[in-house]
């Protein structure tokens, strides 16, 4: 399999799965869209203009238009940021206008928010870094969209009635998405590639992360201001 197809796949797979997860979610009515926010419904299109620039990307180095491919990696860059920072702010202001899941705590609600959006951002700005070694900055990319897949998992997962194995739960469904670059590397090389070994790490130190922010007594007294 050409890489280009495979990434493309990935891209494919994992926006599909993004785009069901919150769209099963609207259609069962746990949630009504039209009261949302606007910041809320910007946050939505930004995601989806990053999904699909994440599938086009591999078909413009398939055809060899690297200069349009360059060109919306720039915007891509930008997205990301705009992105990261529209995250936290949602976040934020999800906690302060009591717009979160009543079975999340307000510092495990602000933590996890505020730390997804951040990693994301850090490993999109990775990839740029790393844009000339293609086999990094292909895992990068991949990896940062792994990482904001928990709000579409926390859609599809029972959540509510896995308690403690909830933030376990959904370290293993990253983590199988990994596997599958795994299995990609171990097919295509012979072995597992770096970088994905470091998304992987990633993936888990994330979710170590928010648990043990969430604990932290500083957090728990900004969270509980800002939910006041």
Known sequence: MRPEVFWQRMAIGLALFIVFGFLQFALRGFVDPVAAPFWVHMHGVLMLAW??????????????????????????????????????????????????PPFFSPPYFLVLTVTESLV???????????????????????????????????????????????????????????????SYDQRSRGAVHPATWAVAAIVIGTRVAISLLSMAPPVIALATRLAS
């Open 51 to 100: 999904l699909g620039l994440l599938i086009v990307q591999p078909t413009l180095v398939s055809q060899g238009n690297f200069a349009r491919h360059r060109q919306l990696g720039r915007i891509g860059g930008l997205l990301a940021l705009f992105i990261t920072c529209l995250g936290i702010f949602t976040g934020v202001a999800s906690l302060m206008l009591n717009r979160f």
């Open 120 to 182: 994301f951002g850090v490993m999109v700005a990775w990839a740029i870094r790393r844009r000339r070694a293609t086999d990094w900055h292909r895992r990068l990319m991949i990896g940062a969209t792994i990482i904001i897949l928990e709000p579409a998992l926390g859609r599809l997962l029972p959540i509510p009635l896995m308690g403690p194995w909830a933030e376990p739960a959904v370290a293993l469904c990253q983590l199988a998405v990994v596997a599958i670059i795994a």
